[in-house]
């Protein structure tokens, strides 16, 4: 299309997967826990796009673009016989597993236990309670993925760049958690910390409803506040693992490299059939709005079916690197 200026490739598929192997939970009077058996049915609705652009295009200069737009949906559509849930990963709370007519792989643990209008129940010390049971937390599967890849050339010298964009998808973190917990992060110091006599001040707010009935509000001179300690600690935000949850939309500078082709003219008279060298540098740039300090990109499941729970991850490395090739 347009002298091979454009070119378009689309895909919209529905997969459906029958007899999927799970480990499906069995009785405990029986002696096993659990048994691996065909047990669920599956459906991926998917959209596929792969869009190439070559906007310029001289001698001296060529500008080409790809565009590659992934966006599906997975949903369970039916489990074993007298299963309501699947367990795939994580400890009682978090957890992932399958629920049937959910989509595949959502995020389950403990919330902050809130009143029948939905607001916080707090104990007398203005902080929250847990619920007893687990409960949907987040969903780990990213709305679309967009990968945009443009290639530079200028003579003898090309210039490659890699863009990766997310948009949706939540983890459990708890590097987070244990850089705010630990009073590290930014964040945990936007207020202050101690008053002018030395005593920890007491700034924070969990709005909510105390065991009296009394509501606990901002505006209110007299509520119950806490100090960035209780917030931040283990019976404030993170008593749930809700507190855990972020939403892991990033756009990321995956890959770039600049190389240089010697032009052929000065290696006639040689046995070398090419050289080039080259810089390159991957996970150079990412911004992630919703995720503070750390690269959203981890699974403490590793490859697995499994995503969406983030447990002490190693950072993700930056490299930067140069290449020289050279062909007889």
Not at 226 to 233: D, H, I, K
């Given at each position: 299309?347009?002298?091979?200026?454009?070119?378009?490739?689309?895909?919209?598929?529905?997969?459906?997967?029958?007899?999927?192997?799970?480990?499906?939970?069995?009785?405990?009077?029986?002696?096993?826990?659990?048994?691996?058996?065909?047990?669920?049915?599956l459906t991926t609705d998917g959209l596929e796009v792969a869009l190439t652009l070559v906007p310029v295009k001289t001698k001296s200069f060529t500008w080409s673009s790809t565009f590659n737009l992934?966006?599906?949906?997975?949903?369970?559509?039916?489990?074993?016989?007298?299963?309501?849930?699947?367990?795939?990963?994580?400890?009682?709370?978090?957890?992932?597993?399958?629920?049937?007519?959910?989509?595949?792989?959502?995020?389950?643990?403990?919330?902050?236990?809130?009143?029948?209008?939905?607001?916080?129940?707090?104990?007398?010390?203005?902080?929250?309670?847990?619920?007893?049971?687990?409960?949907?937390?987040?969903?780990?599967?990213?709305?679309?993925?967009?990968?945009?890849?443009?290639?530079?050339?200028?003579?003898?010298?090309?210039?490659?760049?890699?863009?990766?964009?997310?948009?949706?998808?939540?983890?459990?973190?708890?590097?987070?958690?244990?850089?705010?917990?630990?009073?590290?992060?930014?964040?945990?110091?936007?207020?202050?910390?101690?008053?002018?006599?030395?005593t920890l001040a007491k700034n924070y707010i969990f709005e909510g409803v105390l065991p009296d009935g009394t509501v606990n509000a901002d505006s209110d001179p007299n509520a119950v506040r806490v100090?960035?300690?209780?917030?931040?600690?283990?019976?404030?935000?993170?008593?749930?693992?809700?507190?855990?949850?972020?939403?892991?939309?990033?756009?990321?500078?995956?890959?770039?490299?600049?190389?240089?082709?010697?032009?052929?003219?000065?290696?006639?008279?040689?046995?070398?059939?090419?050289?080039?060298?080259?810089?390159?540098?991957?996970?150079?740039?990412?911004?992630?709005?919703?995720?503070?300090?750390?690269?959203?990109?981890?699974?403490?499941?590793?490859?697995?079916?499994?995503?969406?729970?983030?447990?002490?991850?190693?950072?993700?490395?930056?490299?930067?690197?140069?290449?020289?090739?050279?062909?007889?």
């Amino acid at each position: 299309m347009f002298d091979g200026r454009i070119a378009l490739d689309l895909t919209k598929y529905r997969q459906v997967t029958t007899d999927v192997i799970f480990n499906v939970p069995n009785s405990s009077a029986a002696g096993i826990s659990a048994v691996f058996t065909n047990s669920g049915q599956l459906t991926t609705d998917g959209l596929e796009v792969a869009l190439t652009l070559v906007p310029v295009k001289t001698k001296s200069f060529t500008w080409s673009s790809t565009f590659n737009l992934t966006q599906f949906i997975t949903t369970v559509d039916k489990l074993a016989p007298g299963v309501q849930n699947i367990f795939l990963g994580g400890f009682t709370t978090p957890n992932i597993r399958l629920v049937e007519g959910d989509q595949f792989g959502q995020i389950y643990g403990n919330d902050y236990l809130r009143d029948g209008q939905g607001r916080m129940v707090l104990t007398a010390a203005g902080l929250p309670r847990p619920t007893a049971n687990v409960v949907k937390l987040g969903n780990p599967n990213p709305r679309y993925t967009l990968g945009i890849f443009n290639n530079f050339t200028v003579k003898d010298f090309t210039l490659s760049v890699l863009l990766d964009i997310r948009r949706g998808g939540d983890i459990y973190s708890r590097n987070v958690a244990d850089i705010q917990r630990n009073g590290v992060g930014i964040e945990t110091a936007e207020k202050e910390r101690f008053n002018a006599d030395g005593t920890l001040a007491k700034n924070y707010i969990f709005e909510g409803v105390l065991p009296d009935g009394t509501v606990n509000a901002d505006s209110d001179p007299n509520a119950v506040r806490v100090t960035a300690e209780q917030y931040y600690g283990n019976a404030g935000k993170y008593v749930a693992a809700r507190g855990f949850i972020y939403e892991t939309s990033w756009f990321r500078v995956r890959e770039l490299s600049l190389s240089y082709a010697l032009p052929k003219k000065y290696l006639n008279n040689s046995k070398i059939g090419g050289l080039s060298v080259g810089v390159f540098g991957r996970n150079l740039f990412l911004h992630a709005p919703n995720y503070p300090h750390l690269d959203p990109e981890q699974n403490a499941l590793g490859i697995s079916n499994a995503q969406g729970l983030e447990f002490n991850a190693l950072p993700q490395n930056r490299t930067v690197g140069a290449n020289l090739s050279v062909t007889f």
